[in-house]
């Protein structure tokens, strides 16, 4: 049986700023400007970044704002609690509490189904939900603006999602990503690996948003192939000062970004959100549960196999519940047909929410919501790669201990 299975691609910049970079962003740079048009004043400070603590940048002051990248505010106001002591400290306040985003539409937003529509791609991919805002006191406030731009993560109170008329449903799915938390890819510190900055093709004084973290004075560790494909790219024609590429991939492939989420970016988002984890049979030390071939198709049913590190048996344990398998993050583990019967087959399926898909991890038990008395089990307890796994009636046996890890 073919065991090549692909590692989750998850781009993590713990120093440069990308503390989770997918890329790939299908925007012009017209669209992906906070400010179209306009240049400011460039100024090279350390300001604290959601995730990174504070970080050595340059950023351009353009009415008042500190922009970066193009499209990412800065938020130069300073918090306690935001000090940059420690970087968990400061990724645990810039995550959104729960994976859930209050959000107001301003009512003067033009075609506001844009962002309505991307709000709706982004649950379909990931375990990160929005709600219109009641009385939470962090929120987003999507409003129109002169160009497309956001912050990065929570920030603390309003935030804005600024979108001109120009900026459509991939510039609202773009701009979601970095109020989410993701950076823009092509700042990974790896990144002159994979493509080239042809700079006589840049735009004069905007050099700087080419600027890996590196380059700025942060050390990089970068983890996971390099994304082309995100939507957190910037495209081939970035900031071009005379129509010609400023972006082209040393793989000789001719595509930069993309118009919806990649799998990098769904992976990436859900790590900010949901641990990983890995679980260990009781039934033998060497067995873990497993996505038969690795394959991410809808219906695959799970096996135990022997452990080996792979995306197959790795997943994300979302706050709802869920186990979401890094092989494709909108598929989790799932009861076939929702059935109660003791031995039913356990798959992966397209993640609805449904108690079928949710699971509560009580030692070393793995229980199904679908009754109060179901657990993960091995088929007949038996050791040899490839043995069923299902449900059944739970009776603390080897068959049914996990060992998370």
Not at 80 to 98: A, E, I, K, M
Not at 223 to 234: A, E, F, K, R
Not at 282 to 307: F, H, K, Y
Not at 358 to 372: C, D, M, N, P, Y
Request: charged content about 20%; hydrophobic content about 35%.
């Amino acid at each position: 049986m073919s065991r090549h299975h692909r590692f989750a691609r998850l781009s993590m910049s713990a120093s440069a700023l990308s503390a989770l970079l997918l890329g790939g962003c299908g925007l012009s740079h017209e669209n992906e400007q906070a400010f179209p048009g306009k240049a400011g004043e460039v100024v090279t400070a350390r300001v604290a970044l959601p995730g990174l603590g504070f970080q050595t940048v340059t950023y351009e002051k353009i009415d008042g704002r500190a922009v970066l990248d193009g499209d990412i505010l800065l938020d130069l106001r300073e918090k306690p609690s935001r000090s940059g002591q420690s970087v968990g400290r400061t990724d645990t306040y810039s995550r959104w509490p729960g994976g859930t985003i209050p959000y107001v539409i301003d009512a003067g937003l033009p075609d506001s189904g844009r962002v309505t529509s991307a709000i709706r791609h982004w649950e379909s991919k990931t375990s990160l939900r929005f709600k219109p805002r009641t009385t939470e006191a962090d929120y987003v406030r999507f409003r129109p603006g002169s160009g497309c731009s956001s912050f990065v993560g929570r920030i603390g109170g309003e935030q804005t999602v600024d979108l001109a008329s120009g900026c459509g449903l991939t510039a609202a799915i773009h701009e979601i990503g970095h109020a989410v938390g993701l950076w823009h890819e092509q700042s990974r510190a790896d990144r002159d690996n994979h493509i080239i900055i042809n700079w006589g093709n840049v735009q004069s004084g905007t050099e700087h948003n080419f600027q890996t973290y590196a380059q700025q004075g942060a050390d990089g560790m970068d983890l996971g192939p390099y994304d082309y494909g995100s939507i957190m790219h910037y495209g081939a024609y970035a900031f071009s000062s005379n129509g010609q590429p400023t972006i082209v991939r040393r793989d000789g492939g001719g595509s930069l970004g993309n118009d919806v989420l990649s799998d990098g970016d769904t992976r990436g988002a859900e790590s900010l959100y949901s641990p990983r984890a890995r679980f260990r049979s009781g039934v033998a030390v060497n067995r873990c549960l497993d996505v038969s071939d690795g394959n991410p198709a809808q219906g695959t049913l799970m096996q135990i196999w022997e452990c080996n590190g792979t995306a197959a048996q790795e997943w994300f344990l979302t706050v709802r519940g869920e186990l979401r398998s890094t092989l494709a993050p909108n598929r989790c583990l799932d009861v076939s047909d929702a059935k109660t019967t003791w031995g039913t087959r356990v798959r992966i399926w397209e993640c609805n929410g449904t108690a079928a898909q949710k699971w509560t991890i009580s030692g070393e038990e793995v229980r199904s919501a679908l009754g109060s008395n179901l657990c993960l089990d091995v088929s007949d307890a038996g050791t040899a790669m490839g043995t069923a796994v299902q449900i059944w009636d739970c009776n603390r046996s080897a068959a049914q201990k996990w060992t998370r890890f």
